[in-house]
């Protein structure tokens, strides 16, 4: 009884509080940076597709909802050769970007993806990546990894020693 | 048994075993490297270090490797005290010093030993700031793909390829942390077995080439347990799918036949699934030669209709499952069915048939080969015809090594002791050949003869085994040394088209008399002795009969088989163009398909079902991986929907795959084993199918979105225990339904320790397949019949080669598999050469009555006198038959290839070589 009372009580009160909800989409809530929305995928400083067809993001996602094919580039790096996200299933969970190794892929404030057909909202690489690097400016993956690339030699990423002769007897 | 105490508790083991077999076999999970089951132990990377205490008043104990400690009564071991557990860490930790910054690009990542053993060590943080060692990779031709900075030097790669696999061009460089493992310079290996590098390798120094160009993650493929077609050997295999295309072929372990390794056409021979020039649809012929496409049913209906009350014939094929040819046979009537052999194979076959029947020795299984400790080759090139087998044949040589090992009292794990202990001392093996073989390397003695004397020396040995007289002092020798061994083997096969061959082994294994002795015969295709043990009765028809029958036949239906691989092109054009409808089940375009009024497009052996009957009788199921992509359909589908359409009175109450094999082991008591070849359609695992995926598989929520959003259902698979899914629980099934290995915490295939009863012993599933035939052990009975060829000067005996990579007719259809191919070949030896006054690669006109090739000339070391050899199954040889006589000139319009290179990978090479190349870094 008491409870009811007190319920009641509570419900009057707000009557008199002012109002959460905004005249959206006249007035735009602040969303921060790292609010989780669309899906990009960014691109290195040098300009460069960050992504390199992993497929920790898609391995992670509790939906499902990412798929994509590695494919080569001509010096040996690695591509997606196509890069899908499925939004009408994404949930907006943030994983895959917690689990790319490149800061390929992030989230980005923007939630507006309002659809009439369903199919829109399947979106493919050309759709997802940005011309730019997004909330990691200076991150390249294929500097710090052993790999040759066309632009950098054995030996030639972060920490790495030039590599050796396997025929010098030195130690 | 003994008892051993870790962490206090107590544990049974085998006698004999080391302390890591032990943990392992407990399931504890002790992490390890350089340890392979197949490789026993040397104990380098220092990784299975676990604490031993003296009695039980000792706290403090000392850190011993378990791979290196054998198991002794009462003895006391920790894997959790402290500094074991530091030791482990601190070994990773320095292991990964030098370790890249590359799972992300890395095509071991998510299989990787060395990830699940860091994580199971919990090193996370690195702590060394100073540099990295890097190294140049080597371009190791189109199959092995090497990325060298990630090697963590625990050997495997040099005791498998160079110890196991008897390599000669890879190995250790250099020393100290400037290890290196690699070729002494770049080029294609030449092992028939360097795919097995890839899961041999604990990381991604060695990987997959044709993969890695498609590459997914091992969590992203769906597998399915499947049968090697490649060759007779019946080797388990797991091949890989996604988007529709299958990625990759994997080992499934089976102790009994390939254990942990498969040869390199098995593993990567099927890149033709994936061929564009795969047919998709069914297709009836325009008057002007093309087809036109058509559904199933219309295809079905014309065919039918073509049919109905009139005389039909059919060819079967040695390379389709025992229910396709069986349900096609059931069509026609066994009197009008074609095995699909060629005139002469059939007749090999259905002796060797026989003789596997009779032998008063046993058909060994791989495994009981490798405890062979006398070996008799008779005629094959075994590394070529039957390659996996060859592996087995080059560890039968060691068991000299673990006699003297156990003399010792040396446990045969204690590889580098047992090896330095034998030196180059190995077990005897004979090889009778006419030219080199690929196991001459390991061969105590080989003897170079012609076909016909191979097959006299074949029965001198027998003379002498009987205790007669010989005129033979080698056949003496050889009878001697079989007849002192205790297991000793004959190995003998189709591949020199020679019957006095076959009888010759089967006449040594009589005479040897021994229920311990065995006899194994190579033969061609995957399922020639299921196909030559169906028409054992001798009820059917043969190609040439066929042929010459062709114009009383209104429709003859053939069944995945390119006939023109079988007979001489004048029967086969008789048989094909007679009037005759000609009704054809294939996958691919070939020239028999050309000749056909109706195609129908037959699905692969990735996507459909069925038995296959090895060289050793061994019946083995295979499953589709993923359902027939557009209008494929299985070709036992296809064949049961006509037998329906035609209303065929049995086969048309058939509805299901479970029944065609219930109906076939039926018909012939041969095949009585067939239904207890695997498990039923409707077998369930705790309730459930076994599932296809993994469980981590992912995309499944978009993979198909691009087309259309709304998701498709998973597709059915109504006719066996798996499904195409990721529900279910992937453990302890029957052994023929296992998919893949995967176990907590083991992302690798070192999982595979985990399904295995014991370490290096039977799955906890039971043994897979089943053996069809068993010898009566009467004896063969074979009468010696010797004929001698009588050559006209200038005139040579043609033997057939058969080459890994090449003579098979479907992975020839791989680009890989093509490039290693290279041209057809004619084999000569250096005198003919010099006569010719031809050198390597030039070109040799080779003349057959009226066929002319013009081939390249490959020069031998080791050739029987007037023989010589030639390329079978290549294109260009078509037309050489075997045994024939040819004449030899030079040809003068030859151009010779470049330099020994493949056009595909020049590019890559070239800017290997660009950028420094590791010959001159
Ligand atoms: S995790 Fe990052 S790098 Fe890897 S596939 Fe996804 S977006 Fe690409
Ligand atoms: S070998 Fe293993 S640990 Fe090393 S980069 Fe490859 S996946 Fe990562
Ligand atoms: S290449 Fe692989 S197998 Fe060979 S030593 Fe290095 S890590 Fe071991
Ligand atoms: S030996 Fe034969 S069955 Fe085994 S993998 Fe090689 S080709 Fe396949
Ligand atoms: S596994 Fe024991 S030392 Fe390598």
Redesign the pocket.
Known sequence: MLSELRTLWEVLKHTFTKAETVQYPEEMPYLAPRYRGRIVLTRDPDGEERCVACNLCAAVCPVDCIALQKDTREDGTWYPEFFRINFSRCIMCGMCEEACPTYAIQLTPDFEMCEYDRQNMVYEKEHLLINGVGKYPDYNFYRVSGMKTASKDKGEALNEARPIDTKSLLP | MPMIYVDGQEIEVVQGENILEACLNAGLDLPYFCWHPAMGSIGSCRQCAVVQYQNNEDTRGRIVMGCMTPVSEGARFSLKAENATEFREAVVESLMLN?????P??????E????DM?VMVGHRDRRYTGKKNTYRNQYLGPLIHH?MN?CIACYRCERYYRDYAGGKDLGAQASHDHLYFGRHEEGILESEFSGNLVEVC????FTDKPFLKQYSRKWDLQSAPSICQGCAVGCNIAPGERYGKVKRVHNRYNNEVNGYFICDRGRFGSGYLNSDLRLDYAGIKNPDGSFFAVHQQQALDTAAGWMSGKKVAAIGSPRASVEANYLLRELVGAQNFAAGFSDLDAGLMSSIAAILQATKAQNPSIKQMESADAVLVLGEDVTNTAPRVALALRQSVRNKAFELAEQMGLPAWQDAAVRNLAQDQRSPMIIVSALDTRLDDVASSCVSLAPDDIAAFGYAVAAALAGEQTDNPRADATAEILKAAKNPLIVSGSSMAHQGVINSAAAVADALDQTTSMLSFCVPECNSLGLALMVADGSGSSLSDLAKRASKLDVLIILENDVYRRGDKSEIDQLLSSGAKVITLDMFENSTLDQSDLVMAAASYAESQGTLVSSEGRAQRFYPVHSPAAERLPSWQWLLRLACATGHKKLSKLAHFDEIVAACSQSNPLFAGLVDVAPLNSFRDRGSKIPRQTHRYSGRTAMNSGVSVHEPQQPKDDESPLSYSMEGLNRDQPSSLMPFVWSPGWNSNQSLQKFQAEVDGPLKGGPSGVRLISSTQQGAGVSPQIHKVILKPHQWHLVPMQQIHGSDELSAHTDEIAELAGRGFIAIGQKVAEKLSVSEGDGLLVKQGEVECSLEVRILSRVAKNCIGYSVGFPEAQGLTAGSLVSLEADKKWQRSGPEMIASDKAVFEQVIGGGGASNV
């Open positions: 370790h890249p910054h590359d799972c690009v890395c095509a071991e990542g998510g990787c030993h060395l990830q860091t990325e990630r604990p990381t991604g120094v």
